[in-house]
């Protein structure tokens, strides 16, 4: 039998979710959905609710649950999710977790697994700390992991790097007690419902790719 993987996947900035969320999907060949690139395609495509967002996103505002939730159960009833997706970026709150749980509910359909991706908070200082943004052609380096040929100069254009302010160790910090602040919620919710696994992504991105898919491949065996 055809194995379907309905998953969510949560992590801190700088944690490296959009990469282990690029890998595992690839690897259960299910469509990654990040919430950012589905309102920017329905905006886009100009659907009825693009066009809604599209006055939230134009005006700088938060765009509303209910537009996102249902942009978010239209993508889903899309051809590439029929093995499966993994949702990043989405839900955010346990009212958008809820509703989730309501769309795949009407589907007869429910979730398989929730992915909070974990490293440590001085790991994460390290990356983000780390990055350099060129100030002509936005191309970013990292001082450990992707350093220019020559120190704060860019490799493409010339231009000169710097370290930007929301890249500031203390900005760093700040956002991760933010992001565990309004995080917490939504993991207990999921939590109550046994939901939850943990992927260590402190050291190679390789081996919390290995780790996720053996915790799922084991999960489904139950
Ligand atoms: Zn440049």
Same mark, same amino acid.
């Given at each position: 039998m055809e194995e379907m993987w309905r998953l969510v996947i949560m992590g801190a900035p700088g944690a490296g979710k959009g990469t282990l969320a690029e890998r595992i999907s690839g690897e259960l060949g299910i469509a990654h959905i990040a919430t950012g690139d589905i309102l920017r395609a329905a905006v886009e495509a100009g659907t009825k609710l693009g066009q809604e967002a599209q006055k939230y996103l134009e005006a700088g505002e938060l765009v509303p649950d209910e537009v996102v939730n249902g942009i978010v159960g239209e993508r889903l009833a899309q051809e590439d999710c029929v093995r499966g997706f993994l949702l990043d $970026?989405?839900?955010?709150t346990v009212e958008q977790a809820k509703a989730l749980n309501g769309i795949l509910t009407g589907r007869g359909e429910e979730l398989s697994r929730v992915l909070v991706v974990e490293v440590e908070p001085e790991v994460i200082v390290r990356r983000l700390s780390g990055r350099r943004v060129c100030l002509n052609c936005g191309a970013t380096y990292q001082v450990e992991t992707l350093p220019p040929r020559?120190? $704060?100069?860019?490799?493409?254009? $010339?231009g000169k790097l710097v370290q930007r302010p929301d890249d500031q160790p203390a900005t760093i910090r700040h956002r991760l007690v933010v992001y565990e602040e309004q995080t917490k919620p939504l993991i207990e919710y999921y939590e109550q419902q046994g939901l939850v696994t943990r992927v260590d992504n402190s050291g190679a991105i390789g081996m919390a790719v290995e780790a996720a898919l053996a915790a799922l491949r084991a999960g489904s065996e139950k």
């Open positions: $970026g989405f839900p955010r020559v120190e $704060g100069v860019c490799d493409i254009c $010339g």
